[in-house]
């Protein structure tokens, strides 16, 4: 899992409770009310998955749940990224 | 005004463009108009199934005809052999399909039963509640979608003239022809082919013909890209689900569940308690499907008659004029259908017997009604 | 579930039009797939609600109203009469109401340019929601492209979250957005935020390209550079020397377009203007289908200032329609949100069309780009079935499968008409919109099935043999 060092959460804004959920192989960091999308860039997670005609990388894109570009499997099942709210322990993983 | 053509034919659908083509192979200048794009009402929006099963008996012959057309057509249309597995889940439905199978194939279709142990080792990911299954190595499927673009290549090639986009207003027979009035200009013709699908009956009754056309509103959908879970055609002895993962990974779901709207108003819609039980066979043959994303539900117009035959041949007391249409599992059997009314037309015998639409005399029943 | 009115949507507009539902008497219910009401605009923040803010005044009276808020709802088919299926968190549920208020907002339009697949490349509205709802920034180092006076403000956004921009590349002249329409309109205070967006943005150094566009976005797992160009002022590419930028993120979009899928599968009557499709109301927001009412951006876009009085409006309309609420009574309240409507929606409609890509953008789309992200469809796939007779947009998406992908169309079907017309010359209303198909969003099977026993699954007579 590619990431950079710094995280993308502006300094002066309140958070939430910090909890941790799981993306493939990794443990990442959010904080309560946020979003797996926006969790996982802040993080400096960007690629999400491939798409599934050429296995082009793919990642967060309208943040509305419009553009299915940010789906990631929960349970199993297609979710959008960005219309996830994280919770503690969540697993998420990246698909095709 | 320019010379009349010699054949005008009403709908762009395969039989409509597949006669057009005969017609034009026998030297005749034709024209198509289509309202909408060509192939895009029921030819363009089915599954694309090519299944001999699901053939009825005294069809079967045409099927084989039909199915060969789509086989050449090849890549052009998507075409795929798959082989197809026809599925029964106790042992009424078993005795069902064993019966109705070996009919089919007597007449003709390469069909045998296998037991369910042969159906896991094909397809591991169906319902181990399989008790028998029925199974047709030339079944397959070709992309319904890609029907309009076909057609249209071989009209240019061919050079049939094609209006899209032109609605017919009129169809009003003269001494020498026939005067067909569209939204853009009049036309005139020797001869009309009706081949407008569930528009038909409208048209019918401007040349005083009104069968008893009744119209189908079949439901399709259709899941996003999946990882590979099924690699034959998959249906259900009844026929409520048909089912197929294509080239590209979505699985394409049919049945012939209904829908409800009407061709004059334009808009078919999906009926979710109908879908929804549509979805659940599917979920229920291949369970791996729960998973996938429905993407796209959408309706098709199929109309039929009573008896459930195409309609195929010269209207009844009106000379030179023609109607094709009317038939369930058309996409399959359409081109060469098409082709049979094409030589019809040009004054020829066709190969195999047509379907007189005399059997069905003017106001023998009341013009489209929808089917509950 | 039968209630008085059923709306889709709890933006601006759904929510006003549930709260004055409920002040009328009607028995509502506003469903919404976000976890909370504001929509796109008045997102709820992740963290702590800011009080007095514009979205947070809008929750509260939601929440006092007796509205039944029905949220993190995916709403997958609606049906005349009105029947509006959904999936909630406890499965299936069916909402009906003799009325319908569409208030489904808006979502971007966008110009493909080679490279905008690569992950770092985000909406420019994907932008302020991480900005102002989730408090994050896009990247480190930050391009933002596209068009319209949202530019400016996620350009300083980013700057005040502690972010760098790197560039802002704009197709429009900055002179364009305060020029006539503003001022006009007489919306100083908009007019001066704008100008302190620049200069906060000129202090910090960052460039401004006005009259530009982008080029192509190179990276291979993500965004990493991206190249502008100058344009004419429709559009097309003119000589002059190409920039690059240093990137990890690029925020693009080139202004905002109706989300009609509802209003489409629902069959009113639609019509192209401003560059976009909307469908047709009345002054008082209804469509061409009886008890149907569209409000807010979802019925054309007139932003967030008109959005709550579109909204107030079509809930009157619709009490009164169904003889809820008295012809006098509604005219006297319909008058006076009218008047207020009218200097709103003349300056949300200016603000739009600042935000309008100008006409040769798509045209000049590189052959090799990727135009339908979904099914991986470039230009010239889209071209050679527009050559082969391809020339409605339901025409093209059966040729080539553009705009059948999971997105529905909705990121490609604008570039795709535009390509389209640039070849045929056929107009807008040739070219015409795909047709809506359920579900509207994509929705896994086993939600729809639930749970279920094959022995009591209703066979209907078989085909006859």
Known sequence: ?96 | ?372 | MTHDLVILGAGPAGASAAITAAELGLRAVVLDEQQNAGGQVWRAPSGVETPGDDGARLRDRLRVSGVTRAFGRRVWLAERGFTVSALGPDGAEDYRAPALIVAAGAHERHVPVPGWTLPGMIGLAAATILLKSQHILPGRRVVVAGVGPLLLLVAAEILRGGGEVAAVIDANRRRDWFATPLALLSRPDLAGRGAGWVTRLLRAGVPILSRHALRRIEGTDGVTRVFAGPIDADGTQIAGPERAFDCDALCMGYGLQSSTEVTRLLGARHAYQARGWAPVTTAEQLTSVRGLYACGDGAGVQGVAAAPLRGQIAAIAAARDMGRLSASEAENRLVVLQARLGRAARFGEAMARLATPPPNLVPSIPAETIVCRCERLSRADLDAAITQGAVTVNDLKSATRCGMGPCGGRMCEYAAAGLIGARTGRTPEQIGQSTARPPLRPVALQALAGSFDYDSLPMIEPAPL
């Open chain 1, 1 to 96: 899992m590619a990431t950079t060092s710094t995280d993308l959460r502006m300094a002066h804004a309140s958070r939430g409770r910090a909890m941790q959920f799981r993306f493939d192989d990794g443990v990442v960091t959010a904080y309560e009310g946020e979003t797996v999308a926006a969790a996982l860039l802040a993080g400096g997670v960007r690629r999400l998955g491939a798409n599934p005609e050429d296995g082009s990388p793919r990642g967060l894109f309208c943040a509305m749940g419009v553009c299915q570009e940010c789906i990631v499997l929960v349970d199993g099942v297609l979710v959008e990224a960005c219309r996830t709210i994280v919770r503690e322990g969540l697993v998420v993983r990246s698909a095709a």
């Open chain 2, 1 to 372: 005004m320019s010379a009349p053509y010699d054949l005008l034919v009403i709908g762009g659908g395969i039989m409509g463009c597949a006669a057009a083509l005969r017609a034009a192979e026998g030297g005749m200048r034709v024209v198509v108009i289509e309202q909408a794009a060509i192939g895009s009402g029921a030819s363009g929006v089915n599954t694309g199934t090519l299944s001999l099963q699901i053939k009825r008996l005294k069809l079967m012959p045409y099927a084989l005809k039909g199915y060969a057309w789509w086989k050449a057509a090849g890549e052009a249309v998507g075409f795929h052999c798959v082989g197809g597995l026809t599925l029964a889940f106790n042992a009424q439905e078993a005795d069902i399909l064993s019966e109705r199978m070996l009919q089919k194939r007597d007449a003709g279709a390469p069909i045998e039963i296998i037991s369910a142990n042969a159906v896991a080792d094909r397809e591991p990911a169906l319902s181990r509640r399989v008790v028998a299954a029925s199974w047709c190595p030339a079944d397959g499927y070709a992309n319904a979608s890609r029907t309009g673009m076909y057609f249209r290549h071989l009209l240019a090639e061919a050079g049939v003239e094609a209006r899209e986009h032109t609605r017919v207003d009129d169809v009003v027979r003269e001494s020498d022809g026939f005067v067909v009035t569209t939204g853009a200009d009049t036309l005139r013709a020797r001869r009309v082919l009706l081949a407008a699908g569930g528009w038909a009956p409208a048209l019918a009754a401007k040349l005083g013909y009104t069968p008893p056309i009744r119209v189908r509103v079949n439901t399709v959908s259709v899941t996003e890209r999946v990882p590979r879970v099924v690699d034959r055609l998959i249906g259900h002895v009844t026929g409520l689900l048909t089912l197929k993962q294509k080239d590209n990974g979505t699985v394409v779901i049919g049945g012939g569940w209904q829908g409800r709207g009407t061709p004059d108003e334009g808009r078919g819609e999906v009926v979710p308690e109908r879908l929804l039980i549509n979805l659940r066979l599917a979920q229920f043959v291949l369970p791996a499907l729960g998973t996938a994303r429905i993407v796209r539900a959408w309706t098709g117009f199929e109309a039929n008659v009573p008896d459930f035959y195409p309609l195929a041949g010269v209207i009844p007391g009106v000379d030179n004029a023609y109607i094709l249409g009317c038939v369930r599992g058309g996409y399959t059997i359409g081109p060469y259908m098409g082709r049979l009314v094409g030589d019809l037309i040009l004054g020829n015998e066709p190969e195999l017997p047509l379907f007189d639409p005399k059997r069905y005399q003017t106001n023998a029943g009341s013009p489209v009604t929808q089917e509950a």
